[in-house]
């Protein structure tokens, strides 16, 4: 028993010592411009990671080190975020959809504005980089009509671009590691503004 409880307090420290994922502002990767840090389902303002900004724990996102359904700014589902708690269409801020995955990390992805529902995808698998790009698609905002939606931004190569765009001058975001689409979604949405 007591060394399992040592060696639950040795992974638990090994695990906190992890650099957090640092968020730049713009095409940049200097340390003045750092919006955040990211770890462990939080964002915080500081390196040391004791000031949270935000908690995103699944499919919800808040202010401060936790957050729930009563209190959260946005609900993720079906690669849709909304406003507060809510899984109104009409509450739908914005749609992702993944381009380019690696073993359920987002690579590339486009970010429509509003509900959008996106069908008929055709995909590529690369056995060297064991990743899977879109080839094609289709988009409908009633899953009948085919629409053209208006891409807010577009995500690739660690770097999130304003619109339909991946021209360094469009850059608003760029970011270390890897995240999920649902975070990503939350960092274009929140942090962008």
Not at 36 to 62: L, T
Not at 106 to 126: C, N, P, Q
Request: glycine share 8%; with cysteine.
């Amino acid at each position: 028993m007591k060394k399992f409880i040592v060696l639950t307090l040795v992974a638990g420290l090994a695990l906190s010592g992890f650099a957090a994922e640092k968020i730049f502002r713009g095409n940049s990767r200097d340390d003045k411009d750092i919006i955040c840090y990211y770890q462990g389902s939080r964002f915080y303002s500081d390196a040391a990671r004791k000031e949270a900004i935000y908690c995103h724990p699944g499919n919800m996102a808040g202010k401060g080190a936790k957050t729930t359904p009563k209190e959260c700014l946005y609900r993720f589902m079906g690669g849709q975020i909304y406003k507060g708690f809510s899984i109104n269409k009409a509450d739908c801020i914005a749609t992702i959809f993944e381009t380019k995955t690696s073993k359920g990390e987002t690579l590339a992805a486009k970010i429509f504005e509003g509900f959008v529902k996106v069908s008929h995808v055709t995909t590529s698998y690369d056995k060297a980089t064991k990743s899977d790009t879109v080839t094609g698609y289709k988009t409908t905002s009633d899953g009948i009509h085919e629409v053209t939606p208006k891409v807010l931004f577009t995500i690739d190569n660690n770097k999130i671009y304003r619109g339909d765009s991946t021209d360094d001058k469009d850059c608003v975001l760029t970011y270390t590691g890897r995240f999920t689409a649902g975070r990503l979604l939350f960092m274009a949405i929140e942090l962008v503004k």
